[in-house]
T-cell receptor
Framework: KAGVTQTPRYLIKTRGQQVTLSCSPISGHRSVSWYQQTPGQGLQFLFEYFSETQRNKGNFPGRFSGRQFSNSRSEMNVSTLELGDSALYLC?????????????FGNGTRLTVT | AQSVTQLGSHVSVSEGALVLLRCNYSSSVPPYLFWYVQYPNQGLQLLLKYTTGATLVKGINGFEAEFKKSETSFHLTKPSAHMSDAAEYFCAVSGAEYGNKLVFGAGTILRVKS
């Protein structure tokens, strides 16, 4: 079974631009979560989607948004990029939204903002 | 806010020696508990999880962890370290007291010396 697929693997953008990251979950998984990983803040929760609905959201500004499609694929968007948005963005999928369901992670998209 | 603490940002062991990575949670109600491993330039891989039942949990690659409610701990161990175990390890918890999302510790980098 194919794992979680994130595209692209690497991105370089300049301040003020916007970016869209894509995530395809494991087949049959309907819940998708996004995390930001930085050396200083570690792994920070961005949001979780299930059945095209945002179920949970972390403490990030409104510049960070996401959505989920009917096939469970998800995208996240960051507008008006700042230098501090440089990070590894990880997508994870699970069978359902239950807190006991383990997350299966993709290899991430490394975003560099210059 | 409830938190999860990993004692020691770096741990160094000799090949063949015992690996012990420490994790403590802060909630009054035991959460769901997980250990993940991250190799360079990759996402996170689930090592093991505790939800209910037996307090000693066996995972992949010879790792195991023991849930101790009285100590609010979930330490990860492996009897004999292998060079391939060198990676960063994350303890994670989820549950109502953690906002119904997976909350990660800061991580412990394991170095294995030959």
């Amino acid at each position: 079974k194919a794992g979680v697929t994130q595209t692209p693997r690497y991105l370089i953008k300049t301040r003020g631009q916007q970016v869209t990251l894509s995530c395809s979950p494991i087949s049959g998984h309907r819940s998708v979560s996004w995390y930001q990983q930085t050396p200083g803040q570690g792994l920070q929760f961005l949001f979780e989607y299930f059945s095209e609905t945002q179920r949970n959201k972390g403490n990030f500004p409104g510049r960070f948004s996401g959505r989920q499609f009917s096939n469970s694929r998800s995208e996240m968007n960051v507008s008006t990029l700042e230098l501090g948005d440089s990070a590894l963005y990880l997508c994870a999928s699970s069978l359902g939204p239950g807190v006991g369901s383990p997350l299966h992670f993709g290899n991430g998209t490394r975003l560099t903002v210059t | 806010a409830q938190s999860v603490t990993q004692l020691g940002s770096h741990v160094s062991v000799s090949e063949g020696a015992l690996v012990l990575l420490r994790c403590n949670y802060s909630s009054s109600v035991p959460p769901y508990l997980f250990w993940y491993v991250q190799y360079p330039n990759q996402g996170l891989q689930l090592l093991l999880k505790y939800t209910t039942g037996a307090t000693l949990v066996k995972g992949i690659n010879g790792f195991e962890a023991e849930f101790k409610k009285s100590e609010t701990s979930f330490h990860l161990t492996k009897p004999s370290a292998h060079m391939s175990d060198a990676a960063e390890y994350f303890c994670a918890v989820s549950g109502a007291e953690y906002g119904n999302k997976l909350v990660f510790g800061a991580g412990t980098i394991l170095r294995v010396k030959s």
